[in-house]
């Protein structure tokens, strides 16, 4: 495995529409949700990795209660903390498809390190005359480190919710002209 | 068999209501599932009107002693019961000796717009329920995110939900087996 981004080279913006942060949490001990924030920028110059997802563009829209708590202190606090960041400066791309990304993310104004694996496609001509990679991360972190704390026990025992929350982010990745 | 539906909904287009039509489709062979529409009727429980025998409470404990088992489709509010619903218990609880839910088989189900399908409010109603002497199963059946969980047809939209409450109606018609034997 080679340790850099070689295989993109120079600057690299996001493609919004062809990318998101998605999160998937398991509730009641069976069931999953998923969800996804779909404003995302992000940019990858020289080996470094920034991205921004809007909390606001949640995919919970209804119903109005749902999205009020999701928003609310109990969980992202939006209105103190609009976004959510991630950035990277360790970025491993294997000749196998591999990648593996550690960095920092940042939730509710809380930084913690997170590691992420994943694949990535190198750089190449697309349809539309750019020069485009495509990089899918995942990575698991404990929401209660980010103080989204939210819990009930169930009447049939156990949580409501599960701490463990899983992040899956979609990058399609654009050379800069 | 006759199965009386309550919901715990007095709302138009109430998921709970919907909740008991898709369980009308998922009934076992030989069974009915009639609904009892008269919560909103009820005055609030008060003993000084339980001598009057208000015409409504009447058609409440009428309606439960001439079912088999009792199906109770509740909502959430604030984590807990909806007020209707408990008033309405409590209506049927009376007296305690003879209430017509003693010994009647209940099963409850719920649906709620959020991700936990009302399910602290089925556990107080079913607690409710036991007190009143109700032989009541301990299945629960949640219905999260009830504003994309029906069919355009009105049953449950997920096959295995759909699955899911044919068994616990199942499970309903055997209780009622095992007291009528």
Do not use: C
Request: aromatic letters at 6%; hydrophobic letters at 45%; glycine letters at 8%.
């Amino acid at each position: 495995m080679s340790t850099a981004t070689t295989p993109f080279t120079g600057t690299y913006t996001v493609d919004p529409v062809h990318s998101s942060f998605g999160f998937a949490v398991r509730y009641q001990g069976v069931s999953v949700f998923k969800g996804t924030l779909a404003e995302v920028d992000a940019k990858l110059a020289d080996g470094k990795l920034e991205g921004v997802a809007q909390v606001e563009s949640i995919s919970i829209k209804s119903p109005a209660q749902f999205r009020a708590h999701v928003l609310s202190a109990e969980f992202f606090d939006a209105s103190s903390h609009p976004q959510v960041k991630f950035v990277s400066e360790n970025i491993e791309l294997g000749d196998d498809g591999t990648a593996k990304v550690d960095g920092e993310l940042t939730i509710k104004g809380i930084t913690q390190p997170v590691s992420a694996t994943g694949t990535y496609a190198a750089p190449a001509a697309d349809a539309f005359g750019n020069t485009r990679g495509h990089l899918n991360l995942e990575a698991q972190v404990d929401r209660t480190q980010y103080d989204m704390n939210w819990n009930a026990p169930l009447p049939s025992g156990g949580k409501a919710l599960a701490n463990e929350v899983t992040l899956i982010v979609e990058l399609s990745l654009v050379a800069e002209a | 068999m006759r199965i009386l539906g309550i919901s715990g909904s007095a709302r138009r287009d109430s998921h709970n209501t919907k909740l008991l039509r898709a369980a009308a489709e998922a009934l076992p062979a030989g069974v009915e599932l009639v609904e009892w529409e008269g919560l909103t009727a009820l005055p609030i429980f008060d003993e000084d009107l339980e001598a009057e025998q208000p015409a409504a409470v009447a058609d409440l404990l009428d309606a439960i002693a001439a079912a088999d088992a009792v199906l109770i489709s509740t909502p959430e509010y604030n984590h807990s019961i909806p007020g209707g619903l408990k008033n309405a218990l409590d209506w049927a609880s009376r007296p305690y000796e003879t209430n017509p839910l003693r010994n009647k088989p209940a099963l409850v189900i719920g649906a709620s717009t959020g991700l936990f399908g009302a399910v602290w409010a089925q556990a107080e109603t079913r607690k409710v329920l036991a007190t009143t002497g109700a032989r009541v199963l301990d299945t629960e059946f949640p219905v999260g995110l009830a504003d994309d969980a029906f069919a355009e047809h009105g049953g449950l939209a997920d096959p295995d939900a759909h699955e899911r409450l044919t068994e616990a109606l199942a499970e309903l018609h055997q209780a009622r087996e095992l007291v009528a034997a």
